[in-house]
C-alpha cells in the first residue's frame, strides 16, 4: 500500500515511509491510496476467526509486502496479548473494554504494534532513532511500554509536570532502560510546541535521527480497526445492528473504525463522543470549523481543541458532510454530567466508568434515545481507560470502589525518574544534543 499526505496528493510514500517519517514533510497526515475491502465471506463468518487472524486480514492490505507475513503476524501477536470484552452494562448497551493492556488505556494498542514495525524496518540501522513524544497521560505511558527494550529505539516523552494522574506519572517514569521521562514546567500545549518545533529544526536533526510516536502515525492508527471487528465478533449471532459510541479528543480511535465501516464491517452509526471540547460537534451542526483553545476536563485525554484525525475522516467521506452526518453524530457533555453519570451507573448497574467511558455512555444513551433504537440494535460504548487511571479525579461517593488492577500494584511503590526542564524549547535542544 502507498500513502499519500492530506496536503498534497502527488506526495506519495511507501508504508516504512508513513511510520518511519510519522508527518509528511508539509506536514500533511499521510492517507492510504485506496481503501481495501473485507470479503464477503469473511465477514460473514467473522465469529469462526480467531482474533489474530481477523487482525491480520484487516492490516495485511495496509502493510503490503513490506513486512513479511510471519514477522507480521508475530507483530499482531505481540499487540493482542490481552483480551477485549464486550460486557454488558444495561440492556442493550456494552461496554467495549479496551483497558486490559499494560499500561490500562486503549493507546497500549496503536504503540505496541507502531513498535513493532518500527523495530523492524531499524533492523539493520546501527544510527539509534529517537522517539519524541509529547503526552497529556495516556500516550506517553503506552509508547513508552510499547516501546520498552526495542533495540535501536529510545524514547524520549515529555510531560507537563503536576498535570498527569499518580498512576500516569508513575507509568512514565518508573521504566527506565532506553525510556526518559522530561517532566516539563508547563502545559500540555507547551511540551506539544516543544516537539514539534524539535521535528522543524534541521540542526537538531542533523544530531539525531528524529520520530513522532503521536497518533498521527499510521502505524499507531490503523490498529485500531481491530477493537471494532473483534467487538462486532462478539455481538454479531444476538443483534443484526450495533451503533458505537467513541469518547473523542483527536479522533484516531473512531477514524479507525469508520475506516474498518468504509471497509465493509457493517456498523450502523457512529457517535463522537466530546467533552466540552466540542469543535467537532460544533463542525457537525454549522459546517464551520473553529477550534479555539483546549479547556482542561475530567476526561483529559480528550482535552483536544483542534483534533488532528478529523481531516481523515472527512476524507473518508470525499469531504462531504451531509454524506458523512448520515454515518456519525457528534455530541458534547460537561464535567457535572459525565461525573453524575459515573455515579449513577455505578448506582444502578455496579459498572464502574472512568471519566472517558462516561462521557461515551453519554453519548450513546442521547443518540440511542433519539433515534428510538430498538432491542435489535446492540449500543456499544468504548470504555477506553480503566477507572483506576483517573482514581484522582474520581467522584468522592466512588473513590474508595475502584479497584487496582492486581499487575499495576507494585508501581505505586516505585521510584519516579524524570529530568525536570524549563517550559523553553533551547532546554529541550541542549538536553536533546548533549544526551
Ligand atoms: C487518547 C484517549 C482518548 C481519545 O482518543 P482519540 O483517538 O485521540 O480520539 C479517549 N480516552 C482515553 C482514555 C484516551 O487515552
Redesign the pocket.
Known amino acids: 500500500m502507498k500513502y499519500f499526505s492530506l496536503q498534497n496528493k502527488q506526495h506519495i510514500v511507501s508504508f516504512e515511509d508513513a511510520v518511519v517519517q510519522g508527518l509528511a514533510p508539509d506536514k500533511g497526515l499521510y492517507f492510504p491510496e485506496r481503501i481495501p475491502a473485507f470479503e464477503k465471506d469473511f465477514l460473514d463468518n467473522i465469529e469462526k476467526h480467531n482474533d489474530l487472524d481477523i487482525a491480520y486480514t484487516a492490516i495485511r492490505s495496509f502493510v503490503g509486502d513490506e513486512i513479511p507475513e510471519a514477522t507480521l503476524r508475530q507483530i499482531i501477536a505481540d499487540t493482542l496479548s490481552f483480551p477485549f470484552p464486550v460486557q454488558k452494562v444495561a440492556g442493550d448497551i456494552y461496554a467495549l473494554e479496551l483497558f486490559h493492556g499494560p499500561t490500562l ?3 497500549d494498542v496503536g504503540a505496541r504494534f507502531m513498535a513493532g514495525c518500527l523495530g523492524y524496518f531499524r533492523r539493520n540501522d546501527t544510527r539509534p532513532v529517537t522517539v519524541l513524544v509529547a503526552t497529556s497521560g ?2 506517553g505511558g503506552a509508547v513508552a511500554h510499547g516501546f520498552y527494550n526495542v533495540p535501536g529505539v529510545r524514547v524520549v516523552i515529555l510531560y507537563p509536570s503536576g498535570k498527569v494522574s499518580t498512576l500516569q506519572e508513575k507509568q512514565l517514569t518508573t521504566l527506565n532502560g532506553n525510556i526518559t521521562a522530561l517532566e516539563i514546567a508547563g502545559t500540555f500545549d507547551d511540551c506539544q510546541r516543544m516537539v514539534k518545533t524539535a521535528f522543524l529544526d534541521a540542526e537538531l536533526q542533523a544530531h539525531c535521527l528524529l520520530t513522532s510516536a503521536n ?1 498521527i502515525n499510521v502505524a499507531r492508527w490503523l490498529p485500531q480497526m481491530f477493537y471494532y471487528l473483534l467487538a462486532w465478533k462478539q455481538l454479531k449471532t444476538s443483534y443484526p445492528n450495533v451503533v458505537f459510541s467513541v ?8 477514524c479507525a473504525g469508520m475506516m474498518a465501516a468504509a471497509m465493509g464491517l457493517p456498523v450502523t452509526h457512529f457517535v463522537a463522543s466530546t467533552n466540552v471540547n466540542d469543535t467537532v460537534p460544533r463542525f457537525m451542526q454549522t459546517g464551520q470549523y473553529t477550534p479555539g483553545q483546549a479547556t482542561p476536563t475530567l ?1 483529559n ?2 482535552d ?1 481543541a483542534d ?1 488532528s ?1 478529523f481531516v481523515r475522516i472527512l476524507e473518508l467521506f470525499s469531504n462531504s458532510l451531509p454524506a458523512l452526518k448520515e454515518k456519525l453524530t457528534s455530541i458534547s457533555f460537561d464535567d457535572k454530567a459525565t461525573a453524575a453519570t459515573m455515579e449513577q451507573v455505578w448506582k444502578e448497574h455496579q459498572y464502574m466508568l ?1 471519566p ?1 467511558g462516561a462521557v461515551g455512555y453519554l453519548g450513546l444513551q442521547q443518540y440511542l434515545q433519539q433515534t428510538g433504537a430498538g432491542n435489535d440494535t446492540a449500543g456499544v460504548f468504548l470504555e ?2 480503566h477507572p483506576v487511571k483517573f482514581a484522582d479525579t474520581a467522584p468522592a461517593s466512588l473513590q474508595d470502589k475502584i479497584v487496582t488492577p492486581e499487575r499495576v500494584q507494585s508501581l505505586y511503590a516505585l521510584e519516579k525518574k524524570a529530568v525536570q526542564l524549563p517550559n523553553d524549547y533551547k532546554a529541550l535542544k541542549d538536553w536533546l544534543t548533549a544526551n
Not at 247 to 254: D, M, T, V
Open positions: 488505556a486503549f493507546k495516556d500516550t497518533s469518547p473523542s479528543g483527536n479522533f484516531g480511535n473512531i476526561s485525554a480528550m483536544v483534533p484525525n472512568d472517558h477506553t481507560a
